[in-house]
């Protein structure tokens, strides 16, 4: 069980900025800029890699979410930046599908 799933469980305490029935969205506790948000499935799935076309849907709702949540955290207007990490080389450190909403400074490209 990842650190992910015993969020959605309730087993840890997270800062959580939206939920529905499918997604949730709570604050990075290591935050690399003002906004830093992580919007995962409540269903777990890896990573993006091992996702199936069964789940394209709720890949969708995940990227809706980040919109959502990019209004509510106030860098919708600004800008931010939505990525995925993809295995070990990709930078992945919860192996639960997650995206990251980043925002609230000017980013750069390429990030580091």
Not at 15 to 44: G, T
């Amino acid at each position: 069980m990842t650190i992910f799933q015993r969020i959605i469980d309730r087993e840890i305490p997270a800062d959580i900025v939206y939920e529905d029935d499918d997604v949730l969205a709570f604050r990075d506790v290591n935050p690399v800029a003002p906004v830093h948000v992580l919007v995962i499935p409540k269903r777990a799935i890896v990573n993006l890699a091992s996702s199936a076309p069964a789940d394209d849907a709720l890949l969708g709702r995940l990227l809706a979410a980040c919109r959502t949540v990019a209004q509510l955290c106030g860098v919708a207007e600004t800008g931010y930046r939505v990525v995925t990490n993809i295995g070990g080389d990709g930078g992945q450190s919860v192996f639960h599908l997650h995206l990251h909403v980043i925002g609230g400074r000017q980013l750069r490209w390429p990030p580091g």
